[in-house]
C-alpha cells in the first residue's frame, strides 16, 4: 500500500465538551483576576448613583419616565451597562491569547469553530450574568421591589443581552491585533451603542432621526427587556420595546446573529491551519 493512500483519523473534540471546556477556562480566569471584578460592577454603580442623583434633579418632568424617579429609570440601564463592560473584558482574552499562542493552539486541534464560539461567548455570558444579578441587590436603594420570578426573569434577559454583546466583542477582537486598538474601537461603537438604547433618556424625548437610530440598537430591546422582566414595564419611550415578548425576541434575535457571524468568521481563518 502507498503512503499516498494512508489516511489517519484524528478524533473529534466535537462540539460541547471543548465549549465547556473554554467556557470553565473563562470563569476560572475572572474569579482570579479581581480587579477586573471590581472595575466592573464598581464602576456601573458609580455611575448609577452619581450621574441618577445628579441629572435626576435636572430634569422637570417624572412623566418622562413613566411615572418614575430617575435613579428607578436608570437602573436597568445600569444593569445593561455591567453587561456590556463585562462583554469588553471577556473578549480582550481573544487578542490575548492571539499572543501568547493558545488560540493558535486551539485552531489546529481537532474542535469544530461552533465549539470555539459558544465555549467564549457563554463563558463572557455566565459571567456578565452573575455580575448583573449580584447589581439586583442595590434595586431597594432605587425603590425597585422584586420578587423571585423577576429576579429569574432579569436573569435570562441579561444572559441573552451579555452573550450578543460578548459575540460583538469577539467580532471585533477577532480582527484586532493590539489591545489599545480594540479598546478604541470598543469606546467608539459599544458606548453609543449603550446611550442610545434608552438607558439614558427616553426616546420620546429624542429628536426624531435619534429616534430612528434608537429603534435600530439592539441594544435598546435589550434595555427593553430588563425593565420589563424587573417589572417597571416600558420605559424606553416610542413604543420600540412596548411588549416584553416583542422585546426578548428581538434580543435573542441579536444574540443568535451574533453567533452565527463569529462561527462564519472563526471557520475562515480555520482553513489557513489546516493547509
Not at 106 to 125: E, M, N, Q
Not at 186 to 204: E, T, V
Not at 219 to 242: P, R
Request: with cysteine; net charge positive.
Amino acid at each position: 500500500m502507498s503512503a499516498s493512500t494512508i489516511t489517519v483519523a484524528i478524533p473529534s473534540g466535537g462540539v460541547w465538551l471543548p465549549a465547556w471546556t473554554l467556557c470553565q477556562r473563562e470563569l476560572v480566569r475572572f474569579f482570579r483576576q479581581r480587579d477586573r471584578i471590581a472595575s466592573a460592577f464598581a464602576t456601573p454603580l458609580l455611575f448609577w448613583l452619581v450621574i441618577g442623583s445628579g441629572m435626576g434633579r435636572s430634569f422637570l418632568s417624572p412623566s418622562w419616565f413613566g411615572g418614575t424617579g430617575y435613579l428607578q429609570y436608570l437602573f436597568p440601564g445600569s444593569i445593561a451597562m455591567v453587561l456590556l463592560f463585562t462583554a469588553i473584558f471577556s473578549t480582550i482574552s481573544v487578542i490575548e491569547d492571539r499572543r501568547e499562542g493558545f488560540l493558535q493552539s486551539v485552531l489546529v486541534a481537532p474542535v469544530a469553530p461552533s465549539g470555539i464560539v459558544i465555549g467564549k461567548l457563554a463563558g463572557g455570558a455566565m459571567i456578565a450574568t452573575l455580575q448583573a444579578v449580584l447589581f439586583l441587590l442595590v434595586a431597594p436603594m432605587a425603590g425597585i421591589s422584586l420578587g423571585v420570578g423577576h429576579v429569574l426573569a432579569t436573569a435570562i434577559v441579561a444572559f441573552l443581552v451579555a452573550f450578543g454583546l460578548t459575540g460583538l466583542g469577539f467580532l471585533l477582537a477577532w480582527r484586532l491585533d493590539s489591545v489599545q486598538g480594540f479598546h478604541a474601537v470598543m469606546n467608539l461603537l459599544l458606548m453609543p451603542m449603550w446611550m442610545l438604547s434608552g438607558a439614558l433618556f427616553p426616546a420620546s424625548g429624542a429628536a426624531g432621526w435619534l429616534r430612528v437610530v434608537m429603534r435600530c440598537n439592539p441594544l435598546t430591546y435589550g434595555v427593553g427587556a430588563l425593565q420589563h422582566a424587573m417589572g417597571l414595564g416600558e420605559m424606553t419611550g416610542d413604543g420600540a420595546a412596548s411588549s416584553f415578548w416583542m422585546a426578548l425576541g428581538a434580543t435573542a434575535l441579536f444574540a443568535g446573529l451574533m453567533l452565527w457571524a463569529s462561527v462564519a468568521i472563526v471557520r475562515r481563518p480555520r482553513k489557513q491551519y489546516e493547509a
